[in-house]
């Protein structure tokens, strides 16, 4: 089983298809491409028009919430990161990863959160998971997101050539 059937089983796992429109929620680019480095934007636990997991952890949301969270918006960077490149086999590796956790001002479990991206990350991608990570607590996120997270990839040598000329960087274009 290759990293596009275990996304695709994990997704609806947890009962959720990113095979839709992916809507995003203002206007930048949801993944750029520089060189063989994909930057995805920051992703919330948005499944078609609805966002799941909204609230505080450690006041209206528990830990699993978060983690579940933190899962989904994995989810969907990993949905932009395979519209992009193809395939989810074009990616190298995870370089970096960057999870802001709503909380509660005593809340400290912001690391164990970030687990549920981290935990998505490496079980559909494998090796090529393993990556960087900061876990910050913050007030508030948009649309009163639990989660949001970020994170840089980089393809392999072979999807950038193999992707020709409609997989050009903007200053190309």
């Known amino acids: 089983m290759d990293a ?4 695709t089983q994990m997704a609806l796992a ?23 480095q994909l930057w ?11 966002v799941l997991h909204v609230g505080a952890l450690g006041d209206s949301l528990t830990l699993q919430q978060g983690r579940e969270a933190a899962a989904l918006c994995a989810l969907r960077a990993l949905a932009w990161l395979q519209r992009e490149a193809g395939s989810l086999t074009a990616i190298e590796v995870v370089l970096r ?5 709503r909380c509660a001002t005593d809340f400290t479990g ?7 991206a ?10 090529c998971g393993v990556h960087t990570r900061t876990t910050v607590g913050v007030l508030q996120l948009p649309k ?30």
């Open 40 to 50: 995805v934007s920051g992703q919330i636990p948005r499944v078609g028009d609805r």
């Open 118 to 127: 981290s935990d998505t990350l490496l079980e559909v991608l494998g090796d």
């Open 144 to 173: 009163a997101a639990a989660v949001e997270l970020d994170l840089v990839a980089a393809l392999h040598d072979s999807a950038v050539s193999a992707k020709g000329s409609a997989f050009l960087d903007r200053d190309e274009q």
């Open 14 to 36: 947890l009962g959720h298809d990113f095979g839709g429109e992916l809507r995003i929620g203002g206007h930048y680019q949801p993944v750029l491409r520089h060189g063989r």
């Open 4 to 7: 596009d059937d275990r996304f």
């Open 97 to 101: 990863l960057t999870v802001y956790v």
């Open 110 to 116: 912001h690391s164990e959160v970030a687990d549920g």
